[in-house]
């Protein structure tokens, strides 16, 4: 497998080049786009996972279901599908857009910096959808009731993206009532 490239964006959320994904990530991390996706089945429980403990940045905290960064040229449908194969071996889902104005900074302990423009996806599985982590990429991954999600935005040990996202995604209600946002505020640089 190649270098994992990373799509950079200027202020207005244009693309104006890549950078291999394990070299941009330090104290001076360039704007770059990513996503987040959160897995819901159809009786509204929540997928949410801890991040691996060898991850490089934020090893160990809570967060959503799983994220990740479009390669060049990816759509956004494709780059959350193929996260969902490689970290959790979900083969399918269906995938709306939930937050696609989403963008964040956040400084990990070490010093590190994300800075991403992050569309939110959510995925829908059927109830009875088994998970499989990667554990190269997840630590544990485990179904949540909505309340007990919303109760993780107070812990010290959930991702800042995270807290940051439920913030906005708390007031629309239950996963299951989540509107579709569709295309529309997704960067220019990603197509659906």
């Known amino acids: 497998m190649g270098v994992e490239e990373i799509v950079l964006l200027n202020a207005d959320d244009e693309a104006v080049g890549t950078a291999p994904k394990s070299a941009s990530h330090h104290r001076d991390t360039p704007y770059h ?77 070490d010093g590190t910096v994300e800075h991403e423009r992050c569309p939110v996806v959510r995925a829908v599985v059927p109830p009875d959808r088994a998970v499989h982590p990667n554990p190269e990429e997840v630590e544990r991954a485990e179904w949540w009731t909505w309340e007990r999600c919303l109760e993780l935005t107070g812990k010290p040990e959930s991702s800042p993206w995270y807290r940051l996202q439920l913030a906005e995604l708390a007031p629309l209600g239950s996963p299951l009532d989540w509107p579709d946002a569709g295309r529309s505020g997704l960067p220019p640089a990603l197509g659906w």
């Open 33 to 109: 786009l990513a996503f987040s996706c959160y897995v819901t089945d159809t009786e509204g429980r929540v997928l949410i996972t801890q991040r691996a403990l060898g991850k490089r940045t934020f090893p160990g905290v809570w967060t959503g279901s799983c994220c990740g960064h479009p390669g060049p040229g990816e759509k956004l449908r494709d780059a959350v599908l193929r996260r969902l194969r490689d970290e959790l071996d979900i083969q399918d889902a269906t995938l709306t857009t939930v937050l696609p104005r989403f963008h964040y900074r956040a400084v990990a302990e």
